[in-house]
C-alpha cells in the first residue's frame, strides 16, 4: 500500500504533507494530510506518537489542515496528527440523491455502510480505523519505527468527526489502540438526532436496534472503563446544532451511574459557535489533554 | 460613518467582528474584519494599540482571519488587529477586463488609481490609510478611547499586502502612525516586477517616474529613518515567485548607504512556500516585533 505525494509544505517547525492513496475498503483514492512535527526531523529517534483528527460534515483534508491550527501544538509537544478524508471521493461513488451537504460525498460519517447503493464504497469506519493506520504505518515505518499509527494513538475530532472520534475510541476500547479520546462539538448521540437519522438509515437501513451499535451512547454503556480514562470535549453555547443535533447532554446521561459517570468532561463555552473559530480556539487545551494521555508530558 | 455588524464570532479569548461599512473613498460597501482581544472586554481600561493586516493577491478579509492565526497572539500581548479588504468589490465596480487574479477586483494594489474606468473607486491608498483609521476611530471610540487605531499602531501585510505595508509605514514615517512595520513576502519593488508592472500601469499609467513615488524601494531613498526603526520581513525560500514578483534582495540593495541599512532584517526561511501555512508559521515572531515596538513588551 503506497501513498503518492501532492505536496510536502513547509509549516511551522515541520511538513505537511498531502498525500493520496488507492484504498481498498473505499476502492477508490483517498486524499489524507499529514503533520510531521519539527521532532519528526530533528528528535531523539523514539518514535512518534499520532492524533488522528477526523473532520466534520462537508470537510476534505484541507479544512483542518488550514484553520484547526494543530501544527504549532504538535511542534510544542512532539505529536504527529493525520487528517483524513471524511467520504469517499470521485465520480464513480455514489452521492445523495438530492446532493445534500449531510449525506453521501462529504458525509460518509464514520461507518461501514450496508445498504445499496453505498455499501461498496462508503466503508469509513474500516477505512479510518484499520486500513489507514495501518497503511501509513508499513508506508513511513519500512527502515525503522518513527510513528506510532497503530497502537497508544489518540483520536479527536469536529462534529460528525467528533462522533467518528468517540466512536472509534470506544468500539477499540481496551484493545491497545486509543489511549486518548477527546471531540469539539460531536454529535454524541446519532439514533436521537436528524443528521444521524439521516446517515444511519441511508447508510445502515431501518434497523433501529442495529443503529445502536454505532452510537456512542448506547457503545458507551457495556464498555468497562477500566482505567479511568477521560473523554474532554468542548462545545459552543451559540453553536446552531447544540440543541438539535449535538446533545452533548444525552452522553451525560447515557453514562450516569457507569464507570464512565464524571469521566466524561463537557465544557460548554460561552458565545463560541460551530466553526474552525471554535475549534482552533480550544485545539491547544486538546493538544495538551492528548499530550498528557500520550505519555508527552 | 457608520458600521453594519455581519457577524460577531467567539474567538479564543476575544472577538472577531465581521463589519462592513460605505466608504466614501472607495464608493461601495467595503468589508473589514477585527480582532478584539480578551483585554477588550476584561483589561485595565487602557487604549488597546491596533494592527493593520493587509491580505494579498484575491483575498477578503476573511483568509487571514481565518488562516493567520493572529488571535491568540493578540490575546497574548493585548493588541487588536484589523483585517481590510483588498479592493472594492460589487456589481457596479469595474473589473480588470481579462478578470484575471492580479488586476481589478480582488488586486486593488494599495493605491489611489488615476487612469480610467477605475480612478472613481479604486483608491485603497485612502481608504486604507486614512478614512478606515478614522472611521474605525469614530465608532469605536464614542464614548471612551478604548482602541488607537490612528496613532502609533502597528501595520503588515504579505505579499501585495506586504508591499501596502511597506508603503504606509514609509509614506506616514514620522507622522505619528505607523510605529511598527513588519512584511510577509512582501512585493518590494512593483516598477521591477510583473505583478507591479501590471498594476501600476492599469492603476497609474505609463510614467514610470511616477511609479517611484508607490515604490517602496524608491521612497525609503527619501525618509530619514530617524528612530532606528527596524522592518521585520519573512521571505519562503521556496515560493515560487520569489524570483520573479517578491526580490526582497531589491530592497536590501535599495538601502545600501542609507539610515535604513541593516535596519531591514530579512529572514529567508528554508523552504516555505507562499501560503497562509508560511504566514501562521511566522505570526508568532511577527506579534513579538509589533508588540515590542507597540510598548506592550
Known amino acids: 500500500?503506497?501513498?503518492?505525494?501532492?505536496?510536502?509544505?513547509?509549516?511551522?517547525?515541520?511538513?505537511?504533507?498531502?498525500?493520496?492513496?488507492?484504498?481498498?475498503?473505499i476502492g477508490s483514492h483517498m486524499d489524507v494530510n499529514i503533520y510531521l512535527p519539527k521532532q519528526y526531523y530533528n528528535g531523539d529517534g523514539n518514535p512518534i506518537p499520532v492524533i488522528y483528527f477526523l473532520s466534520g460534515l462537508t470537510c476534505t483534508p484541507q479544512n483542518a489542515s488550514e484553520k484547526a491550527f494543530w501544527q504549532i501544538q504538535a511542534d510544542n509537544y512532539g505529536f504527529s496528527i493525520v487528517f483524513p478524508d471524511t467520504s469517499p471521493r470521485g465520480d464513480e461513488i455514489p452521492d445523495d440523491k438530492d446532493q445534500s451537504y449531510d449525506f453521501g460525498l462529504g458525509a460518509g460519517f464514520y461507518v461501514d455502510a450496508t445498504e445499496k447503493p453505498f455499501a461498496d464504497h462508503y466503508r469509513m469506519f474500516s477505512y479510518i480505523h484499520e486500513e489507514l493506520p495501518?497503511?501509513?504505518?508499513?508506508?513511513?515505518?519500512?527502515?525503522?519505527?518513527?510513528?506510532?499509527?497503530?497502537?497508544?494513538?489518540?483520536?479527536?475530532?469536529?462534529?460528525?468527526?467528533?462522533?467518528?472520534?468517540?466512536?472509534?475510541?470506544l468500539k477499540y476500547y481496551g484493545k491497545d489502540r486509543y489511549v486518548s479520546c477527546s471531540a469539539f462539538a460531536p454529535i454524541v448521540n446519532p439514533s436521537q438526532v436528524p443528521w444521524g437519522q439521516k446517515a444511519f438509515t441511508g447508510y445502515l437501513g431501518h434497523d433501529k436496534e442495529l443503529w445502536k451499535q454505532h452510537d456512542p451512547s448506547y457503545i458507551i454503556k457495556n464498555?468497562?472503563?477500566?482505567?479511568?480514562?477521560?473523554?474532554?470535549?468542548?462545545?459552543?453555547?451559540?453553536?446552531?446544532?447544540?440543541?438539535?443535533?449535538?446533545?452533548?447532554?444525552?452522553?451525560?446521561?447515557?453514562?450516569?451511574?457507569?464507570?464512565?459517570?464524571?469521566?466524561?468532561?463537557?465544557?460548554v463555552v460561552d458565545g463560541f459557535d460551530h466553526s474552525y473559530y471554535f475549534v482552533s480556539s480550544f485545539v491547544p487545551q486538546h493538544a495538551a489533554f492528548h499530550a498528557k494521555n500520550l505519555g508527552l508530558i
Request: with cysteine.
Open 134 to 169: 495501518h497503511a501509513l504505518d508499513k508506508f513511513f515505518n519500512r527502515d525503522a519505527k518513527k510513528l506510532e499509527f497503530v497502537h497508544n494513538t489518540g483520536i479527536t475530532g469536529h462534529s460528525m468527526g467528533g462522533y467518528g472520534a468517540l466512536t472509534g475510541f
Open 223 to 267: 464498555v468497562d472503563n477500566t482505567t479511568g480514562s477521560e473523554i474532554l470535549i468542548h462545545q459552543g453555547s451559540s453553536d446552531p446544532f447544540l440543541e438539535k443535533q449535538l446533545r452533548p447532554d444525552l452522553l451525560l446521561e447515557a453514562v450516569k451511574g457507569t464507570s464512565w459517570e464524571n469521566k466524561i468532561k463537557v465544557n
Open 1 to 25: 500500500m503506497s501513498f503518492e505525494s501532492n505536496g510536502e509544505i513547509a509549516c511551522c517547525g515541520g511538513k505537511l504533507l498531502k498525500l493520496s492513496h488507492k484504498s481498498n475498503e
